[in-house]
T-cell receptor
């Protein structure tokens, strides 16, 4: 068990560019979550997978955001046409029995 | 529906004194409750969890929490604060009986520890 990993750890991009983040969950965990966190706030739910199925998606998530978990293992989160308001920490978590295990996050800065 | 309220946005203590971080929850059925800690620029780490077994739950780093159904509370305590405890703490409720595995996070309590 090597924990949840996320790549890259930091990403700086220009407004309008697309970015993609990867999350590798703990291997036997069937649930995977994406959150966004801004300074001084708690994690904000974005979307959730059970195995390869995307079961829930936040109503706050614009259509510029898309996530996949093609084989029920790793997941990717893509943001198209980034805006400065997308600057945040993007956290991934995985779960099997209820408690979530979080990765270190990807910090996105949109200039 | 589920919700969680962390009653203090900031708590300031002196090193060696007790810590109390307050959390109240609302849930339709029997929830699972968690406390997570987040140090600056790090991911969240699970401190402890309650899942309908013993109401007094012991966690890592000397922290514990007591589930009180009558008060709908799950306060986090530690007898003696250490400088390394300075961090952001999140109380989380999860109630899958409603068909959703989406937990609800509190807004966080920043613990400040003075030497």
């Amino acid at each position: 068990d090597t924990g949840v990993s996320q790549n890259p750890r930091h990403k700086i991009t220009k407004r309008g560019q697309n970015v993609t983040f990867r999350c590798d969950p703990i291997s036997e965990h069937n649930r995977l979550y994406w959150y966004r966190q801004t300074l001084g706030q708690g994690p904000e739910f974005l979307t959730y997978f059970q195995n390869e199925a995307q079961l829930e998606k936040s109503r706050l998530l614009s259509d510029r955001f898309s996530a996949e978990r093609p084989k029920g293992s790793f997941s990717t989160l893509e943001i198209q046409r980034t805006e400065q308001g997308d600057s945040a920490m993007y956290l991934c978590a995985s779960s099997l029995t209820g408690e979530q295990y979080f990765g270190p996050g990807t910090r996105l800065t949109v200039t | 529906a589920q919700s969680v309220t962390q009653l203090d946005s900031h708590v300031s203590v002196s090193e060696g004194t007790p810590v109390l971080l307050r959390c109240n929850y609302s849930s339709s059925y029997s929830p699972s409750l968690f406390w997570y800690v987040q140090h600056p620029n790090k991911g969240l780490q699970l401190l402890l969890k309650y899942t309908s077994a013993a109401t007094l739950v012991k966690g890592i780093n000397g922290f514990e929490a007591e589930f009180k159904k009558s008060e709908t509370s799950f306060h986090l305590t530690k007898p003696s604060a250490h400088m390394s405890d300075a961090a952001e703490y999140f109380c989380v409720v999860s109630d899958p009986s409603g068909g959703s595995y989406i937990p609800t996070f509190g807004r966080g309590t920043s613990l400040i520890v003075h030497p």
